[in-house]
Every structure is written in C-alpha cells, then in structure tokens.
C-alpha cells in the first residue's frame, strides 16, 4: 500500500524558512522521480519541484526559483524541499508524488499546511 506523508508546514512570517519532509512507502522511491506540489486556497494543485530518481537534476516552478530547495534521501525515502524567503503567496497545501511521465502516479496524501503572514 503506497503512504505518502507530509509534515514540515506550520504558520510563518514572511521572509522565514521552513522545512517540509514527506516519507514515501509502498514503492520503489528511488526508482521514481519526485515532485512537491501545492494548492493556495481556492486554486488548483501546482506543481512546485521536481527531483530525478538520483537527484542529478532538479527542476522548479518560476515562483519557486531561487528560494527553494527540493532533495531526497532514497535511503529513508524521503523527499524534502527547504523553503527560504516565504512569501504570502506561499501559502496553501503542499503535496508530495511521484511522477511518470509527468503525470503524478499516487493517490494523494494529507498534505502539510503552510501560511505565511505578512
């Protein structure tokens, strides 16, 4: 049975940093490229990173450029993305997945929940 688990999120000021974590089960982690994404309140999921199977490439959203950081640890298969200079815009649900062929592959977990204040 695939578990993906988010945690990390929290209440923040603009301009902090957070952490988030998700702990991947169920599959063959590094075999799969992973992303995080995100969905703002009353907006669709976004994708935000991506990372290949043996993080030799990462790719991000423009919004994402620059303050992000999105990693894995495919002994503890986790994926993680630090998150620098928060802004309000930053704020919403943010998922993990993997993907194939772009595509995410899982069913959703519970998300970890992020709002940056002004």
């Known amino acids: 049975q695939v578990q993906l688990v988010e945690s990390g999120g929290g209440l923040v000021r603009a301009g902090d940093s957070l952490r988030l974590s998700c702990a991947a089960s169920?599959?063959?982690?590094?075999?799969?490229?992973m992303a995080w994404y995100r969905q703002a309140p009353g907006k669709e999921r976004e994708l935000v990173a991506t990372?290949?199977?043996?993080?030799?490439?990462?790719n991000y959203a423009d919004s994402a450029k620059g303050r992000f950081t999105i990693s894995r640890d495919n002994y503890k298969n986790t994926v993680s993305l630090q998150m620098n200079n928060l802004k309000p815009d930053d704020t919403g649900v943010y998922f993990c997945?993997?993907?194939?062929?772009?595509?995410?592959?899982?069913?959703w977990g519970q998300g970890t929940h992020v709002t940056v204040s002004s």
């Open positions: 169920g599959f063959s982690f590094s075999r799969s490229v």
């Open positions: 997945n993997a993907l194939v062929l772009g595509s995410t592959i899982y069913p």
């Open positions: 990372v290949t199977k043996t993080d030799d490439k990462r």
